[in-house]
């Protein structure tokens, strides 16, 4: 049976189809109908009815898309290294300069994050021990192998004077020994020259602490009655009027009783690393809290006393035992 | 003769249109080319046409062209036109087309999804959604043809397969979209 250009049969009607318009009339009615929505779906721009149909398809139909990522999600690495493949010289020299340029400004970004840190360690120390104290930098380490000095930038400009006690945000460092308008040279307890009033936290006994040559500390003149153990905190006594009282120095690596000596070898590890000393607290003056008090002075003194009087005892049982002879 | 189940064709319809729906809102935004995806709503639209066509290839085009507008950010009605019109034409036969020529249907298909989706960013670039000539011919219209191409494609290979050999001259008359 032929059929026109429209596929219509042009026999016999029984043999006709009844749907025969082959959708013409509905395609016009809805060419139309799409016409009149994309007249006013351009119009509303932005708020109305169709725009609130949509927004309620897309609230319908976000779980099937969120499925849809979540399934991707392994091939997505392949279409991102196809649309690597066709990417030019150019982007990829852009891309790269980017690259270096945010990796330098997030080594700065590191740097500052950490100076900060420091910094507030060291307010916080400054608070802690109420401190009144100036802030400085260390800008270069000791010029010779004799010496364990650090210098600083500030100096009696900034109301630094020699024999100032210098922190950082761990504890005590050292002593200013020689200053000028600008800057000052400070000399670290380990030095071997150093030598600062200290005691044991907990059992509050009074010794110094003294640098050595190899960089050590030797926590001395703690007589062999006193209790100390590995890991107590030696922290300053503020006897002699330099350092505050209370100041972190180091913590007890060894404690060793040699036979026939009144007093303890200590060895203190420092808290710090003096290569890691950045930013610092100069002590510039001393509270009234901040000072040994008079029963702190006079515990020292007995202190000394009973280990005076133990060396003389056991000088005159020598001299007895050899008169006796 | 052959009587046409429409119950079938229903089913068949259904059946192609939640596959394709899903494909077209969880994976075709996921698989890209430049700006081009693949236009899942109109290889359905072509795909009922070619099978079936008539008022049932034009109503589906419409709907289909409707779900594509509203799952998109551009306006309401312009798929809906295209693929009322393109479904129109590529349906105005009313037989199986897809299983009595694939070949032939492939290359039909090819042309009307070059035209709409040619129209659809020219269109775009009218309502100023798009921002150059060069953007919408080279890093839209292009891939996105290609993408929609490969799409039906497969689709039309697994209808064919489904729905087997036609019997009879003309062929008209049996719709194996049901079988899916």
Known sequence: MPRNLFGLNNGPAQFRRKNSDNGMRLALVLTALSLVLFTFSGRESGSGPLTTIRGGFQVITTPARVTGSFVMQPFQGLSNAFANLTADQETLSELKSENEQLTARNAELEEAEQTATRLQGLLNLQDTYDLQSTAARIISGSTDSWSSTVTIDKGSLSGIAVGMPVTDSAGVIGQTIEVSASSATVRLISDENSSVAAMVQSSRAQGMLNGSAEGSLQLTMVTSDKTVSVGDTIVTSGLGGIFPKGLPLGTVTNVTHNAGSSYLDIVVEPLVSTENYEEVLVVTSLTEDQQATADDISSADAQDSSSTSTSDDSTSSSTADASSE | ?180
Do not use: W
């Open chain 2, 1 to 180: 003769m052959q009587v046409r189940d429409t119950n079938k064709d229903r089913r068949g319809i259904g059946t192609l249109a939640i596959v394709c729906a899903v494909l077209q809102l969880a994976i075709a935004p996921n698989i890209a080319i430049g700006n081009g995806r693949a236009n899942i709503a109109l290889v359905f639209a072509a795909c009922v046409a070619l099978s079936i066509g008539g008022r049932q290839g034009v109503l589906m085009g419409f709907l289909s062209g409707m779900f594509f507008d509203l799952s998109t950010t551009g306006p309401i009605g312009l798929m809906s036109l295209l693929l009322t019109v393109a479904s129109f034409f590529m349906g105005i036969e009313e037989r199986n087309r897809m299983s009595d020529d694939p070949l032939g249907s492939f290359t039909l298909f090819a042309g009307v999804s070059f035209v709409v989706t040619l129209l659809y960013h020219l269109a775009m670039l009218l309502v100023g959604q798009a921002s150059s000539l060069f953007d919408v011919l080279v890093l839209r219209t292009l891939p996105t043809y290609l993408l929609t191409l490969l799409t039906f494609a497969i689709f039309e290979y697994f209808i064919v397969r489904r729905s087997g050999p036609i019997r009879g001259k003309h062929g008209g008359g049996r719709y194996t979209l049901g079988k899916m």
